[in-house]
């Protein structure tokens, strides 16, 4: 039953990150995926959302029917099949332990470390004809892009009303009850182009237009849960050419959904300023990528997240995060969803890596969730 080029947790994670997946290019990942679950006797299902998305794949979904009789509380497990564009080829390698990448980019293991737990759990909840209340695996795209494969799923396709995802940096044990809104902030400015040295007075910059909006724009930490960023400028054509487009692409967040929203008037009326005094026009669209989220110690979906992490062996901390997640998108839908550290630590970064330990233990951590959920 189970996958000859897997023998553990191990080897399907080095197999996993070992293939390229930046969002919207899943399709080896998602390959190796189905064919796994496949060979463990699973049906999966792919949704539509490559298409809408423009991904090489959909998001996938494979269900393990209940064996307890109806008693417990269904589940589904999530993770996300892409990851940050990688700089380099990606060739990991464990020492002392800790598996790390070779080559001076990601390694990965955001998100694929949970990835292969959820498929190791999967295969031995089958070999070991483990009892349980019911499972489904949901695999997403484009989550590093704002959680838009999570948010172009069905999640009424689901019979499970509660679930967990293992996609935040920081040691086996934490466990999220906040993640913040978002709003992105794409802003095109328009002025007039002239010859820089011949006649620069007959030119309005949006390059100088723009610079002044940044100048004015409050970025960074604002308090210990808003931040703002400006990630991306890009204008002109040459060097001797007055610019008359240059377009700036912001983001903001906050997990107190009235702070995002009088961050981002502010941030729009500096940019309306700085088009106004640079005599140039401006064209802002603000988005909601996803919506932010705020659990309870007692809510029944932590209360398992605890029993779990406890019989497995690990302290429990809560904790509010700035970092967003497939979680944000169900839990805004009113399903339930938390978010477990899973010991990856430095993500989106060339020092990215994960202790062997940890990718076993979070395997006996999801064991002991279905076995909660069993009991609940």
Not at 36 to 53: I, P
Not at 265 to 280: K, P, Q, R, S
Request: hydrophobic share 45%.
């Amino acid at each position: 039953m189970k996958a000859s080029w897997a023998p553990d947790v191990l080897g399907l994670f080095l197999e996993l990150v070992s293939l390229p997946s930046p969002s919207g290019d899943e399709r080896r990942v998602a390959d190796l995926v189905t064919a796994y679950l496949e060979d463990l006797g699973l049906e999966v299902t792919e949704d539509e959302a490559g298409a809408r998305l423009g991904s090489s794949s959909g998001n996938l979904v494979a269900r393990l029917e209940p064996t307890a009789n109806g008693d417990g509380i269904p589940i589904f497990l999530c993770a996300h099949l892409d990851t940050v564009t990688p700089t380099a080829p990606i060739e990991p390698a464990v020492t002392e332990g800790v598996v790390r990448n070779t080559t001076g980019t990601i390694l990965g293991a955001d998100n694929k470390a949970a990835v292969a737990t959820m498929l190791e759990a999967a295969r031995l909840i089958l070999s070991e004809q483990r009892p349980h209340s019911g499972v489904e695996l949901l695999f997403t795209v484009r989550e590093e892009t704002g959680c838009e494969g999570a948010g172009a799923f069905d999640h009424s396709t689901l019979a499970a009303r509660l679930g967990f995802v293992f996609d935040i940096e920081g040691p086996i044990g934490d466990v999220v009850l906040a993640a913040p809104y978002h709003r992105t902030i794409d802003v095109h400015f328009k002025g007039q182009a002239a010859h820089a040295g011949i006649n620069p007075e007959a030119g309005r910059s949006a390059i100088a237009a723009a610079a002044r909006a940044i100048c004015d724009l409050r970025l960074g930490c604002i308090d210990d849960e808003t931040t703002a960023n400006v990630g991306v400028i890009e204008g002109g054509v040459a060097r001797n050419v007055v610019p008359d487009s240059c377009r700036i692409v912001a983001e903001a967040r906050s997990r107190d959904e009235r702070k995002l929203e009088v961050l981002v008037a502010e941030m729009l009326e500096c940019i309306g300023f700085a088009a106004a005094v640079t005599d140039c026009e401006v064209e802002t669209q603000v988005a909601q990528k996803y919506p932010g989220y705020r659990l309870r110690r007692d809510d029944p979906a932590v209360r398992l997240a605890a029993e779990a992490l406890e019989r497995s062996g690990h302290e429990v901390h809560t904790r509010e995060s700035n970092g967003a997640a497939d979680a944000n998108v169900f839990n805004g839908r009113g399903l339930p969803c938390v978010n477990l550290a899973n010991g990856v630590s430095r993500i989106h970064s060339p020092e990215e890596e994960i202790a062997v330990a940890d990718l076993e233990a979070m395997v006996d951590v999801t064991l002991e969730l279905v076995e909660a959920a069993r009991g609940a």
